[in-house]
């Protein structure tokens, strides 16, 4: 791909630029370098690198050494040049898919793969997100949830030739506040919620919230918003932005509403109500966090051309999201649920589904820890929730980077003032714990790490087989043990 640098910038020489470097390391022959201020690093220190590693055209903003035979193009904001420049330059994707771009603190990845699932029943869909980069057969490992400008740009352009018509991307907090998505328009926009996170970037919920409302912006022209007002920042977001809008909600009146909601542990029955217009339906995601989920899936799936009746048909056997509220069954007479769960807002809605499936004679057990390196505040909150509802509780290693994962567990154990806790920092012998304490019919919660296949440790990642993937190896294992135990007992 190529294009001449003043179709870019109107006074610029007429050079040809065949690629965009943001990152001055990286060996990218005949480029443009756009010298972008980070939190840690600024590009106008390695305009020289960017130089010796091919640019031959510089995008800045601050006073800089020219250096001779590279073109130099001044600017008052290089981050607002990048996307505008990038989305001519890379033909303006966004333009030619049904773009659906899901925020929120909870959720973003069970509704943007199931609208990704449901969407390819009838027209071809990629999706982008925490879990994966899919698109028709292939398949990538995103290096971030939302990522920067340009190889967004250009992994829409190979959805784009891999003939997909639609594209449903998780749009992060941080992306957003970043500018990382500025360079696309999208035709649908889905707000979850907003709850306690990420608070170490953005210093408190103000900050965080006027970032996620940034994707509102960003609507095509004949596009559409659709907030849960069940979350009071969603009912604020709803009632301050002008665009076509819907609304969704388990609990007021809303353009799509679910009444009549009966949970069991392997599924939800619901009325679900659009206008004047009910449907009794029965859908195998199960809690009502996970109805709210769907309603969204519903919503955006609606507003792309696709009638109720359509979603309706396949909403009681959805493919389950791994990771993320996975129930798993392998023979085992007591509820085993794996879930990305890492908030306080999740940890509350999670337990308060286990507490409706668990009867009172039988015990709640968790597995969880937190994140090194993130929103330290928040560990005895969790402690404290777990406390509520658990008669049983592993503290366990989550991504500790370069914290100790022991003090870490010992500061949610300050939340955790009245029933059980152990700390187990191996996270697959925590899981094996907690598998074996379960008795008939307890409720087992394998939470925050989901389908992950790493620990992040001081030194990077290191692989791990994902919490859906030990749950069910060491399910199995338990299982068989469980049965030799009660033949040696029949025996005698």
Known sequence: MSMKLNRLFNDAKPIEIKEFMTDSRLQLKNSIFFCLKGMVHDGHNFITQAVINGAIAVVYSD???????IEYIKV?????????????FFHNPSSKLNMIGVTGTNGKSTIAKTIKELYSLWKPCGYSGT??????????????????????????????????????????????????????????????????????????LENYYQAKKRLFSLIKPKGCAIINIDDPYGARLFNEINTRKYSYSIYEEADYQAKDISLSPLSTKFTLIIQ??????????????????????????????????????????????????????EGQNFNVIVDYAHTPDGFEKIFQFAQSITSPNNKIISVFGSAGKRDSK???????????????????????RNESALQIAQEIASGIKENNYIIVLDRYDAISQALELANKNDTVLILAKGNER???????????????????????????????????????
């Open 63 to 69: 006073d800089v050494k020219f250096i001779e035979g």
């Open 454 to 492: 790493y620990i992040t440790r001081q030194y990077g990642k290191e692989y791990w087989m994902g919490d859906d993937a030990a749950t069910k190896d060491i399910l199995r294992k338990v299982i068989v043990q469980k049965e030799e135990q009660n033949d040696i007992q029949s025996i005698y």
């Open 131 to 204: 879990i994966s980069i899919e698109y028709g057969p292939n398949k990538e490992k995103p290096d971030f949830t939302t990522d920067e400008t340009v190889p967004t740009l250009k992994m829409l352009r190979r959805m784009l030739k891999a003939k997909m018509e639609a594209c449903a991307l998780e749009v992060s907090s941080q992306g957003l506040d970043q500018h990382r998505v500025d360079a696309l328009k999208f035709d649908v926009t889905i707000f979850t919620n907003l709850t306690h996170d990420h608070l170490d970037y953005h210093g408190n």
């Open 76 to 88: 008052d904001n290089v981050i607002s040049e990048l996307n505008r420049t990038a989305a001519i």
């Open 378 to 400: 928040k560990r005895p909150i969790l402690g404290s929730i777990s406390d509520k509802y658990c008669q049983m509780i592993i503290l366990t290693e989550e991504d500790p």
């Open 276 to 329: 004047d217009k009910t449907y009794k339906l029965e859908t195998n995601f199960v809690s009502e966090f996970n109805l709210s989920n769907l309603l969204a899936i519903i919503a955006a799936l609606h507003q792309s051309g696709f009638t109720i009746e359509q979603i309706a048909e396949h909403i009681s056997d959805l493919p389950q999201v791994d990771g993320r509220m996975e129930v798993i069954q």
